[in-house]
């Protein structure tokens, strides 16, 4: 066998042919998954249920206090979200009634806004990153980055 003007015995060429199918499988193998297949290839992924993305936020830090945080969510899933009684969570530390002006049911497209959420705890910085995560009655928890700070 003659690659770029070299001579390979037979052995060589197997084992040349071989790395190439196994590579060319693991390739094949990625592939289905960044066009909607599952790990079988013979289904495509249906869009994502819930899906609850955060549009902005506006972080102001109070002095001795957590400050207050507004912020904005939009339903961009196929399945509607019931944000009434959605436990909020800012660093891990639980901003109590957080969500309760949501007190309706965001169906797909929609957005709620809510304001002046006390943060709870101490000692958060402009400009450091911080978790925010909300956790609705039935389990479901959307987990967000967000800076001390604002967004808008």
Same mark, same amino acid.
């Given at each position: 066998? /003659?690659?770029?003007?070299?001579? &390979? =015995?037979?052995?060589? %060429?197997?084992?040349?042919?071989?790395?190439?199918? !196994?590579? *060319?499988?693991? @390739? %094949?193998?990625?592939?289905?998954?960044?066009?909607?297949?599952?790990?079988?290839?013979?289904? &495509?992924?249906?869009?994502?249920?819930? &899906?609850?993305?955060?549009? %902005?936020?506006?972080?102001? @830090?109070?002095? +001795?206090?957590?400050? *207050?945080? +507004?912020?904005?969510?939009?339903?961009?899933?196929?399945?509607?979200? =019931?944000?009434?009684?959605?436990?909020?969570?800012?660093?891990?530390?639980?901003?109590?009634?957080?969500?309760?002006?949501?007190? /309706?049911?965001?169906?797909?497209?929609?957005?709620?806004?809510?304001? %002046?959420?006390? @943060?709870?705890?101490?000692?958060?910085?402009?400009? !450091?990153? /911080?978790?925010?995560?909300?956790?609705?009655?039935?389990?479901?928890? &959307?987990?967000?980055?967000?800076?001390?700070?604002?967004?808008?």
């Amino acid at each position: 066998m /003659y690659v770029m003007n070299r001579h &390979f =015995d037979c052995r060589t %060429a197997t084992r040349i042919i071989t790395v190439l199918l !196994l590579l *060319s499988i693991s @390739v %094949a193998r990625t592939i289905p998954s960044s066009v909607g297949m599952d790990s079988n290839g013979d289904h &495509f992924y249906r869009p994502l249920r819930e &899906f609850l993305i955060l549009i %902005a936020y506006n972080w102001n @830090v109070g002095g +001795s206090s957590g400050g *207050s945080i +507004s912020v904005a969510f939009r339903n961009m899933g196929t399945n509607d979200i =019931d944000l009434h009684d959605t436990n909020l969570y800012i660093n891990g530390l639980l901003a109590p009634s957080a969500l309760n002006s949501c007190s /309706y049911v965001l169906v797909q497209g929609q957005t709620c806004s809510v304001t %002046a959420i006390p @943060v709870p705890g101490t000692g958060y910085s402009i400009g !450091l990153t /911080y978790n925010m995560k909300l956790v609705t009655p039935d389990g479901r928890v &959307f987990p967000y980055q967000i800076v001390c700070g604002r967004s808008w």
